[in-house]
């Protein structure tokens, strides 16, 4: 009988010069400069993020053309369909099996490994509830609430949610928009010290993020045309005091929607601050402004048991 590979960095080869976390059992959404010496969840880890972007899929007529619903927003465009999951042994890491064989993880390509199955947590933890977010390295977890799916690959090393429903991005044809998404990472490259002053930074980054331009420039809502601050004020959040912001974002294409930038300390480690991002779509079928309330008294500690809404109905 062979032997798995226990958990490490190892060498990602669809992102040369990059390690990718394999955790035992898949590979995970965290990744670091080859011949990093930190490992991933030591006190104080805080991977680089950049910002998310939109994924296009295929032209009418293309694989996935006219599909509503679930993973639309997942489909890449053809150049990136043909990859596979190949076995390769990692150099210097395996261990020998009974038989003399060697079993070292799959090889890495640059995402996570083949899709989660049913009732496993995309991020790698094996048997996760599936109306869980896990956000290991910051030591919390977000509710899943109904009508909304945790994303099966990673987005720029955030840990991501959103609803399942979406439709053609109202200021680019053949891309299409969630109604809601929710992201959480580490805050890095801010002088921020607390959360009050983070979130009040953050604001503008996120509503930029989400609704003006992505990380291509291209404007997938026309344009932030103005903002206005609707809610602001300290909140706690997995037993630690936190701060958010509240703005509602007018675009030039579409209703506009509603961006929240929550941040409070790490409940692990050098207990770093942690940003979770929110962007809900204005309009009927954008996901009702409570739910981000309820997302936000749903955040707890890993090994919390505690019930934190999960399952609450706050999709379009």
């Avoid at 020998?96 to 933890?125: I, Q, V, Y």
């Avoid at 962007?279 to 008294?297: H, Y």
């Avoid at 505690?306 to 379009?316: A, D, E, L, M, N």
Wanted: aromatic share 6%; charged share 15%; glycine share 14%.
């Amino acid at each position: 009988m062979s032997m798995t590979t226990p958990p490490g960095w190892y060498a990602d080869h669809g992102v040369p010069g990059t390690e990718r976390w394999w955790d035992g059992n898949a590979w995970t959404a965290h990744t670091r400069p080859a011949g990093g010496s930190v490992p991933p969840y030591q006190q104080g880890y805080q991977p680089p993020y950049q910002q998310p972007q939109m994924i296009p899929i295929a032209p009418n007529g293309g694989p996935g053309a006219g599909r509503r619903g679930r993973g639309r927003g997942r489909v890449v465009a053809a150049g990136a369909a043909g990859l596979v999951l190949v076995l390769a042994v990692v150099a210097g890491v395996t261990l020998l099996g009974d038989d003399g064989t060697t079993t070292p993880p799959p090889r890495a390509t640059g995402t996570t490994s083949e899709p989660a199955p049913s009732g496993a947590d995309p991020t790698g933890e094996p048997g996760a509830d599936p109306t869980v977010l896990v956000d290991q390295l910051n030591g919390i977890t977000l509710p899943v609430p109904d009508g909304w799916e945790k994303s099966e690959r990673a987005v720029d090393r955030a840990i991501t949610m959103t609803t399942v429903a979406d439709r053609e991005c109202p200021g680019e044809s053949n891309r299409y928009c969630p109604y809601g998404r929710v992201m959480s990472f580490t805050a890095t490259q801010t002088d921020a010290a607390t959360p009050e002053a983070l979130a009040k930074e953050d604001i503008q980054a996120a509503s930029d993020a989400l609704y003006d331009e992505d990380t291509l420039g291209t404007s997938l809502y026309g344009g932030v045309t103005s903002s206005t601050v609707v809610k602001s004020g300290p909140v706690t959040v997995a037993g630690r005091t936190g701060y958010l912001v509240r703005r509602q974002v007018k675009t030039a294409r579409g209703p506009g929607g509603y961006v929240q930038s929550l941040a409070f300390p790490s409940t692990i480690g050098a207990e770093s601050l942690i940003t979770v991002r929110f962007g809900f779509d204005a309009g009927p079928e954008g996901p009702p402004l409570s739910g981000m309330d309820a997302i936000t008294e749903g955040i707890r500690r890993i090994g919390d048991t505690t019930s934190g809404g999960v399952g609450s109905s706050i999709g379009p």
